[in-house]
């Protein structure tokens, strides 16, 4: 089940306009293990106790074939109050690092902690090193299920469909299978 944020639910939807979403998967080592451990990390970001979906099993999407199956969560932040979209990615990407992640030899290799920044507040952004939001996240059902767990009714800068209306929708072969 997932942790719920000491937002009450009516209150949570008011909320959900300044926090920030961030996926995690992991298909290397203990991905299980690994996408946990960063969650817990991941808190250290926050101003509040982060909401956490649940864990999710994935078939691989766009990998090399072969690749292992995906371990899959998505976290709800309300960034500190000096947090950019920047700094925050500077972030996410030194704790992939801590994690073993290796710079990329091939497109959407196996690793052992993959964070993408699904949103940051309700920016939107398109530069060389950041786009917000995620360009692929409402075509991934590896991050639409877990993030409709946490903010079903978040509706993503650019979007029109809800998170939970755009999982409704989506036309993928993915399969997901809930870990806890």
Excluded: Y
Excluded at 22 to 27: D, F, P, R, T, V
Excluded at 147 to 176: F, H, M, Y
């Amino acid at each position: 089940m997932p942790i719920k944020s000491p937002f009450d639910v009516p209150k949570l939807q008011f909320e959900l306009p300044r926090l920030a979403f961030i996926a995690l998967g992991s298909n290397l080592g203990d991905p299980k293990g690994s996408v946990l451990e960063a969650m817990g990390r991941l808190q250290t970001l926050s101003d509040f106790p982060p909401l956490r979906s649940s864990l999710w099993q994935s078939t691989p999407v766009d990998c090399p074939p072969g690749s292992p199956l995906f371990v899959n969560a998505v976290v709800g932040l309300l960034p500190r109050a000096n947090e950019t979209a920047d700094s925050m990615l500077a972030e996410l990407q030194t704790l992939e690092t801590e994690f073993g992640r290796q710079p990329k030899r091939a497109l959407n290799e196996p690793r052992p902690l993959d964070l993408d920044l699904v949103s940051f507040r309700q920016e939107t952004r398109n530069s060389e090193r950041l786009t917000l939001p995620h360009p692929r996240a409402h075509l991934r059902r590896f991050v639409l299920q877990p993030l409709s767990e946490i903010a079903p009714d978040l509706v993503l800068p650019g979007q029109v469909l809800n998170v939970r209306q755009l999982l409704e929708t989506l036309d993928s072969s993915e399969r997901l299978l809930r870990l806890g």
